[in-house]
C-alpha cells in the first residue's frame, strides 16, 4: 500500500548553476558549465542586515531557499495555519564553518569570552530555528543528519501531522572539508559544490505543482562512497531492494537520475540500474557535471532538477544524452546516497 502522493508546488534553490529554477533551467538547456573558483555560490540574503548579524551563512541559506520555496508556490504563510507548516531539514556535515570557528576562540583564547552568536550557530538544527522564527512556522520541526528529509516529510503528511511541510538541505561550503576530501583517494577527482534546497510539500491538490512524491526506498550501501568502498555482497543487496520497490510501486520508470558524480560507485550503481530497469529507460547521470557534487545537498538537488523536468514534460539534451521533446516522461526515479552510507531511491510522477 502506497503512502499518499504528496505534491512538490515550491522550490528555492542556492547552487552555483544559479539561484531560481529559470537560472538552474537555463544552464542545463543549454549546456553550459560554470566554473566557480571561490567554492561558494553566490546569492543575495532575503534579510534585513540586523536579522543577518544574529545568523550565520549555513542558516541564512536555509531562510532564503524557505522564503523563495513558498515565493514560487505563490504562498503567503501569513494566510495559512502557523501549526500545520513544518520545517524539514537534512545536512550532512552541518555548520562547518561555525564550529571550526567556535574551536578557534576556545583554543586560542579565554571561552568565557567566545562569541554566544558563534556558539549558537554551532548546532545543526539553528538553521530551521531561523527559519520558523522569520517565517511564523510552528509545525513539526526537525534537522536530520545524513538522512533523507523529504521522506520523513512525506510520512509526517501522511500522518496528517501537517498540511504543507518546508523540507529539503543545506550544506555550506567549508575549505577544510573541501580539502579533506580532495586528500581522500576516494573523493579526489570529485567536483564537490555548495548547495541548499528548499521545498513546499502539501498533501492538498494543486494544478500548478512541479510533480507528486510517490514513494521512496532506503537500503544501507554499507560506506559513503566519497570516503570508502562498499562490499559487493551489500551492492548486490541494494539492487535487490530496489528491484522489490519498483516492484512493489508498479508505476512503469520512464527516466532515472542516478547519483553519478565522477566516483567509483558510478559503474556499479549504472550497472544496477540498468539490471533492474531495462534499456528503455533513459539514464542521466551527468547532472553534476553542471552542479556539482553538493554532499548532504545531492539527493535534494536532484529531485529539484527531475521535479522542473516532469513539470515540462522534457529533460535537457546535455543530460539526457538524447532529445526527449515530446516524449513521454512522466515519472522519473531519482537516486542518490548519504554521508551515513544510505541509499536512497524517490519515485516521481508527473502530474496527472
Given at each position: 500500500?502506497?503512502?499518499?502522493?504528496?505534491?512538490i508546488?515550491?522550490?528555492?534553490?542556492?547552487?552555483?548553476?544559479g539561484?531560481?529554477?529559470?537560472?538552474?533551467?537555463?544552464?542545463?538547456?543549454?549546456?553550459?558549465t560554470?566554473?566557480?573558483t571561490t567554492g561558494?555560490?553566490e546569492?543575495?540574503?532575503?534579510?534585513?542586515?540586523?536579522?543577518?548579524?544574529r545568523?550565520?551563512?549555513y542558516s541564512?541559506?536555509?531562510?532564503?531557499?524557505?522564503?523563495?520555496?513558498l515565493?514560487d508556490?505563490d504562498?503567503?504563510v501569513?494566510?495559512?495555519?502557523?501549526?500545520?507548516i513544518?520545517?524539514?531539514?537534512?545536512?550532512?556535515?552541518?555548520p562547518m564553518?561555525s564550529?571550526l570557528?567556535f574551536?578557534g576562540?576556545?583554543l586560542?583564547?579565554?571561552?568565557?569570552?567566545?562569541?554566544?552568536?558563534?556558539?549558537?550557530?554551532?548546532?545543526?538544527?539553528?538553521?530551521i530555528?531561523?527559519?520558523?522564527?522569520?517565517?511564523g512556522c510552528?509545525?513539526?520541526s526537525?534537522i536530520?543528519m545524513?538522512?533523507?528529509?523529504?521522506?520523513?516529510?512525506?510520512?509526517l503528511?501522511?500522518k496528517?501531522?501537517?498540511?504543507?511541510i518546508?523540507?529539503?538541505?543545506?550544506?555550506e561550503?567549508?575549505?577544510?572539508?573541501y580539502?579533506?576530501?580532495k586528500?581522500?583517494?576516494y573523493?579526489?577527482?570529485?567536483?564537490?559544490?555548495?548547495?541548499?534546497?528548499?521545498?513546499?510539500?502539501?498533501?492538498?491538490?494543486?494544478k500548478?505543482?512541479y510533480?507528486?512524491?510517490?514513494?521512496?526506498?532506503?537500503?544501507?550501501?554499507?560506506?559513503?562512497?566519497?570516503i570508502?568502498?562498499?562490499?559487493a555482497s551489500?551492492?548486490?543487496?541494494?539492487?535487490?531492494?530496489?528491484?522489490?520497490?519498483?516492484?512493489?510501486?508498479?508505476?512503469?520508470?520512464?527516466?532515472?537520475?542516478?547519483?553519478?558524480?565522477?566516483?567509483?560507485?558510478?559503474?556499479?550503481?549504472?550497472?544496477?540500474?540498468r539490471?533492474?530497469?531495462?534499456k528503455?529507460?533513459?539514464?542521466?547521470?551527468?547532472?553534476?557535471k553542471?552542479?556539482?557534487?553538493?554532499l548532504?545537498?545531492?539527493?535534494?538537488?536532484?529531485?529539484?532538477?527531475?521535479a522542473v523536468c516532469?513539470?515540462?514534460?522534457?529533460?535537457?539534451?546535455?543530460?539526457?544524452?538524447?532529445?526527449?521533446?515530446?516524449?513521454?516522461?512522466?515519472?522519473i526515479?531519482?537516486t542518490?546516497?548519504?554521508?551515513t552510507?544510505?541509499y536512497?531511491?524517490?519515485?516521481l510522477?508527473?502530474r496527472e
Open positions: 500500500m502506497h503512502m499518499k502522493e504528496i505534491q508546488i515550491g522550490i528555492g534553490m542556492i547552487n552555483r548553476t539561484n531560481t529554477i529559470d537560472d538552474v533551467w537555463n544552464c542545463l538547456t543549454s549546456g553550459t560554470v566554473e566557480n561558494k555560490a546569492y543575495v540574503s532575503v534579510l534585513p542586515l540586523r536579522r543577518q548579524r545568523m550565520n551563512r541564512d541559506m536555509a531562510v532564503y531557499v524557505s522564503y523563495k520555496a515565493d508556490a504562498i503567503a501569513d494566510s495559512l495555519d502557523p501549526y500545520r513544518g520545517t524539514i531539514f537534512s545536512t550532512g556535515y552541518g564553518e564550529n570557528s574551536a576562540m576556545v586560542d583564547g579565554d571561552p568565557d569570552l567566545c562569541s554566544p552568536t558563534v556558539f549558537a550557530n554551532t548546532v545543526s538544527n539553528a538553521c530555528g531561523h527559519v520558523c522564527m522569520n517565517l510552528k509545525g513539526v526537525t536530520v545524513g538522512s533523507n528529509s523529504v521522506g520523513y516529510a512525506q510520512m503528511l501522511d496528517d501531522d501537517a498540511d504543507y518546508l523540507s529539503g538541505s543545506v550544506e561550503y567549508n575549505e577544510a572539508l580539502q579533506c576530501l586528500h581522500n583517494p573523493s579526489a577527482d570529485i567536483d564537490i559544490a555548495e548547495a541548499a534546497v528548499g521545498f513546499l510539500l502539501t498533501k492538498e491538490e494543486k500548478d505543482a510533480c507528486r512524491l510517490i514513494d521512496f526506498m532506503e537500503c544501507d550501501l554499507g560506506a559513503y562512497p566519497l570508502n568502498r562498499a562490499e551489500d551492492i548486490k543487496a541494494v539492487e535487490t531492494a530496489l528491484g522489490h520497490f519498483l516492484d512493489k510501486c508498479d508505476f512503469p520508470v520512464d527516466a532515472v537520475f542516478s547519483a553519478g558524480n565522477n566516483s567509483w560507485f558510478d559503474k556499479y550503481e549504472s550497472g544496477m540500474l539490471r533492474v530497469l531495462g528503455e529507460v533513459i539514464y542521466v547521470d551527468g547532472l553534476k553542471y552542479v556539482g557534487e553538493t548532504g545537498s545531492s539527493l535534494s538537488v536532484s529531485i529539484a532538477v527531475a516532469l513539470k515540462k514534460q522534457t529533460i535537457p539534451e546535455s543530460l539526457a544524452g538524447i532529445k526527449t521533446e515530446g516524449a513521454a516522461v512522466r515519472t526515479l531519482v542518490g546516497y548519504d554521508v552510507g544510505n536512497v531511491a524517490y519515485l510522477s508527473g
